[in-house]
């Protein structure tokens, strides 16, 4: 299996993916004050340098020595497509011949980039086509932050000149929590005022539920989180998100509500995914609402987006909306998500690099083999 992240050949450290304390740090090395470090954060991630010469601010000298020892490397684009209704999807190059993808989603009052965390997914949900093609290997930090940068150089300021990516969703391909130690300093960087800025109701972890890292995830960062539940019952839940074997639902709930708790009882967001037949009848509903009625907990469903090789079909609109009427009329807040870049398969579930030789991983094979960093 290729567990190396992507390089150039080169050994210079890829200062994009590198957190303030790193990066203080590796100036000390240099025999630098701690100060040369954020100003090189707020020139890579605010004021889009992509090289050290154009850092004015630091003298010819360490700029020289920085092109020797560093690099801002961002992940190479394989393609770019732009949906009728605006939406843009990013292929980036993985290495071997594999790909991950990124999808912004523009809206009057933000714009979300949701960016995907690991190349391919071991965790084998059954509805989900990343899911499908098996896991390759983790992200790399600068893997992930690239994303985010890569979209803020190249998609228009919005009024008032703030930066396109005003929210950041971990929703793309990969489980954020089973590539933990990447993440972290990800968040680290989004949340930093000295890169990204962006406030913890801003930036959204989406996992499957692998309870020790919500727990972690709470103590560590405590942005906001999505829970893939997609089922009100062990059963169904152990067919459908097979991680529910080891994590199983009340165990997973315990975590979230913990986890809103030391968030001041900020809501968790419960995904459900809606697939004809399977999870969409009103006794689903009640027994959904039974669990979630006074938690702070919101419900999104999801329509099934299908893909090649999927026996699943999506619940019909009507079923949907009846869902829905449900749940609020037990005390459950519940959305429905529109489905945005249909026509470039930029929805999710949809997200599939284009690869070749992917080696697989799955959870069925490797039983608990799952978790993480
Ligand atoms: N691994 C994380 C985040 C990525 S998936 C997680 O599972 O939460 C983002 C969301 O898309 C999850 O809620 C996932 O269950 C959902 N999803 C996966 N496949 C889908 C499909 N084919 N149609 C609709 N939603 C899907
Ligand atoms: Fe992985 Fe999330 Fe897809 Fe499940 S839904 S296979 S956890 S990416």
Known sequence: MATRPMTTGSNRLNLL????DRLEAFFAELGEKPF???????????????????????SAQLRARLSEVAEIR????????????????WLFESGAGQAVESVFIPERRRGTLCISSQVGCALDCAFCATGAQGFNRNLTTAEIIGQVCHANRNLPRRPGNEEAVTNVVFMGMGEPLANYRNLLPALDLLLSDLAYGLSRRRVTVSTSGIVPHIERLGDDFNVSLAVSLHAPDNDLRDRLVPINRVHPIEQLLDACWRYAAKRSNRFITFE???????????????????LLSNHPAKVNLIPFNPFPGSDFRRSSSDAIGYFQDRLRKRGVIATTRRTRGDDIDAACGQLAGKVSDRVRTRLSEKNKRIVTA
């Open 17 to 20: 993916g590198q957190p303030q």
């Open 272 to 290: 459900y995914v809606m697939l004809k037949g399977v999870n969409d009848s009103l006794a689903c509903a009640d027994q959904l609402a039974a």
């Open 74 to 89: 961002l992940p190479s684009v394989v393609s770019e497509q732009v949906s009728v209704d605006g939406t843009v999807k």
């Open 36 to 58: 040369r470090a954020r100003q090189v954060m707020q020139w890579i991630h605010q004021r889009g340098a992509e090289r050290f010469e154009v850092m004015t601010d630091l």
